[in-house]
């Protein structure tokens, strides 16, 4: 079955950087656009950045436009998030998604928090 795995959130001082990745398996990662969306508390979750299946194109969130960079490793099933000049309105959990077979598939999240 489809599994996405998420990692490398944590807690990072504004202005510090992450890299968040997202592990992929049960379908061929090659084949398929990958996305980034988040969610802050009591707020609905909206796409960061989205990348085509072979990595040639990608797309951004505006407020995330210069800071983040979407990128990934079909040799891995591996997708990344490079995040830099975080801002605390950054504060989210982060998801990865794909669409497959005619479902949407979500992995379970990872928390990223931005404070001094």
């Known amino acids: 079955q489809v599994q996405l795995v998420e990692s490398g959130g944590g807690l990072v001082q504004p202005g510090g950087s992450l890299r968040l990745s997202c592990t992929a398996s049960?379908?061929?990662?090659?084949?398929?656009?990958m996305s980034w969306y988040r969610q802050a508390p009591g707020t609905e979750r909206v796409l960061v950045a989205i990348v085509s299946s072979d990595g040639g194109s990608t797309n951004y969130a505006d407020s995330v436009k210069g800071r983040f960079t979407i990128s990934r490793d079909n040799a891995k099933n591996t997708l990344y998030l490079q995040m830099k000049s975080l801002k605390p309105e950054d504060t989210a959990v982060y998801y990865c998604?794909?669409?497959?077979?005619?479902?949407?598939?979500w992995g379970q999240g990872t928390q990223v928090t931005v404070s001094s």
């Open positions: 998604r794909t669409y497959f077979q005619g479902r949407i598939y």
């Open positions: 049960g379908f061929t990662f090659s084949n398929y656009a």
